[in-house]
């Protein structure tokens, strides 16, 4: 069974930062991409960021500057560095990802969820 376990959510004044990390773990036998995502009240989920296994990221315009998408393969992990947060930017935010399990094929994963609300 795999998991991703989201965790770094939480209530920032605007102009703050925060760092979500979002840990894979199970019979994990090789993983692709990871990625974030986010939905907030009343809309549709969206991307925010990606990154391959060779380091190759793709980060949405609308937070492209202030965001950065990392991962440290050797812990299965994948990170979200956001600054100068914004009101519009809360949201639940769901780390995605490809993965190979045991003697399966890949399939692609979502953690729970975790809450960034940004208020003054």
């Known amino acids: 069974q795999v998991q991703l376990v989201e965790s770094g959510g939480g209530l920032v004044q605007p102009g703050e930062s925060l760092r979500l990390s979002c840990a894979a773990s199970g019979r994990i036998v090789s993983i692709n991409r990871m990625g974030w995502y986010r939905q907030a009240p009343g809309k549709q989920r969206e991307l925010v960021a990606t990154i391959t296994n060779g380091g190759i990221t793709n980060v949405a315009d609308s937070v492209k500057g202030r965001f950065s998408i990392s991962r440290d393969n050797a812990k299965n992990t994948v990170y979200l560095a956001m600054n100068s947060l914004k009101p519009e930017d809360t949201a639940v935010y769901y780390c995605?990802?490809?993965?190979?399990?045991?003697?399966?094929?890949?399939?692609?994963?979502w953690g729970q969820g975790t809450q960034v609300t940004v208020s003054s």
């Open positions: 995605n990802s490809d993965i190979k399990s045991g003697t399966g094929p890949w399939l692609n994963y």
